[in-house]
């Protein structure tokens, strides 16, 4: 039995992946984890959203940093769901005089 280099669990002697954290060994001999490649992913997500914003930057538009992090909808929905239930309250309270 080997171990797994990465959380230490054992490994058969001729396993590939370890079944505990999903590691992996790549045809060059080096181990790589699952979570190494999420970190790969998410450098490189943040090198493009850093360049996107420094070439709109230069653009002489609003500050860079405003533009680093992806900003879903979720603030709209809220404020028109707040619209709505003021309106609906509104209506109630018409209604009811």
């Given amino acids: ?3 797994c280099p990465a959380c230490r669990a054992p490994m ?3 396993a590939v992946v370890c079944a ?7 045809p060059d001999g080096t181990f790589r984890t699952s979570w ?11 090198e ?5 914003a420094e070439a709109f930057g ?3 538009r609003p500050h860079t940093t405003f533009f680093l992090e992806e900003r879903s909808g ?3 929905l809220v404020v028109l769901a707040a619209i709505a239930c003021a ?3 509104a209506v109630a309270l018409a209604r009811t005089r």
Avoid at 20 to 26: N, Q
Avoid at 48 to 52: A, I, Q
């Fill in 1 to 3: 039995m080997k171990e």
């Fill in 12 to 14: 058969a002697d001729d």
């Fill in 20 to 26: 505990h954290c999903g590691g992996s060994y790549l």
């Fill in 36 to 46: 190494d490649a999420e970190m790969d992913r998410m450098a490189a997500a943040r």
């Fill in 48 to 52: 493009r959203k850093v360049e996107r």
């Fill in 58 to 60: 230069r653009l002489g």
């Fill in 74 to 76: 979720s603030c709209l």
């Fill in 87 to 89: 309106s609906a309250l």
